[in-house]
């Protein structure tokens, strides 16, 4: 899809700060309000804007340890539709993507301390259908969290 100039800052400043009011989004954009809604309206119908979430500090939830765990299955397709259900299922793992290279999958997972990711690892990852192999790493201090995309042209 092509997005126009106008089109593009309406992104940007979305991303920036997605309660925007309209008003303000339109003056920042250059355009007068009715146009800059029915933009929005449309970036929103076409899939552009997937939704608009609050960012909230995983630490204020009591979720300390935020670990990537890389994941191979064993190869079959009942057992990857299995895990991917399964992953969608569990509200620890935060992302989770198919890969290329050593590891099928890497995933995001987020937990209260060690004890817990344990127990969701040994309990529950591991037990997921066609889990052959599993290696963690852990955050040690985040740098970036998820920024918005860029979308100059």
Known sequence: MALDRVERQILTELQRQGRLPNVELADRVGLSESPCFRRVKNLERD???QGYAARV?????GLT???YVH??????LEQRTDFHRRVQDEPHI???HAMSGTHD?????????MDHFSELVMR???GYPGVSNLESSFSLSEIKQSG???VEA
């Open 148 to 150: 918005p995309l860029p």
């Open 124 to 126: 529950d990852i591991l």
């Open 94 to 96: 935060v992302e989770c």
């Open 65 to 67: 340890v935020t670990a």
């Open 71 to 76: 994941l191979t299955l064993e190869k079959g």
């Open 57 to 61: 500090d995983q630490r204020a939830l």
């Open 47 to 49: 899939g552009v804007i």
């Open 105 to 113: 999958y890497l995933m995001k997972v987020v937990a209260r301390d």
